[in-house]
């Protein structure tokens, strides 16, 4: 049976709920990913005053998450002569914005990891007792893995303006 067609603000609405809801999960607030998510759907700019309206969301709140949004490098400021309102837009291309959250992600998580792993073992300078043995050789292992996936997430991030990896990843389907 064919289902009927949607609206499309109400998909949109959906959209941006559940991108909220997703960001939340990967450890980024609900109001700056809906932000995104906005502006990623949005044919054209928005201004402060249209996200706050479409998202409900107050001034300050937006604008926090807005300044976020620019430093992540996943949104961007638009001017237009003759209007003094700053307009903002998102990053387009789905890789982009894979790449640049892959290494947002890298240098507040992955990097902090690793300091703690290696202080870890350098406390535990000469392990002696086979406690300490087994401890010095988990959080090696754990430090190998982690560096790992580093040098990964270093190398997808780097990729951006590269078609390499996107078509590598479809030759594994």
Aim: positive net charge; contains cysteine.
């Amino acid at each position: 049976m064919k289902q009927a067609p949607r609206n499309i603000k109400a998909l949109r609405q959906e959209f941006i709920s559940q991108w909220g809801a997703l960001g939340s999960a990967w450890g980024v607030n609900r109001t700056m990913a809906q932000i995104h998510a906005l502006l990623m759907v949005s044919p054209t700019p928005l201004h402060t005053e249209m996200i706050m309206e479409e998202l409900q969301s107050s001034r300050g709140n937006t604008n926090v998450n807005l300044r976020d949004l620019i430093c992540w490098g996943l949104i961007s400021k638009v001017t237009y002569p003759g209007d003094r309102r700053e307009y903002f837009s998102a990053e387009k291309d789905v890789w982009k914005i894979f790449c640049i959250v892959a290494r947002e992600r890298k240098r507040r998580e992955i990097e902090p990891v690793l300091n703690v792993l290696e202080d870890s073992i350098q406390k535990v300078d000469q392990p002696k007792t086979e406690e300490e043995k087994a401890f010095v050789a988990q959080i090696k292992q754990l430090k190998e893995f982690v560096q790992t996936a580093n040098q990964l997430m270093e190398k997808i991030s780097k990729s951006e303006g590269s078609k390499l990896i996107p078509n590598m990843i479809k030759l594994l389907k």
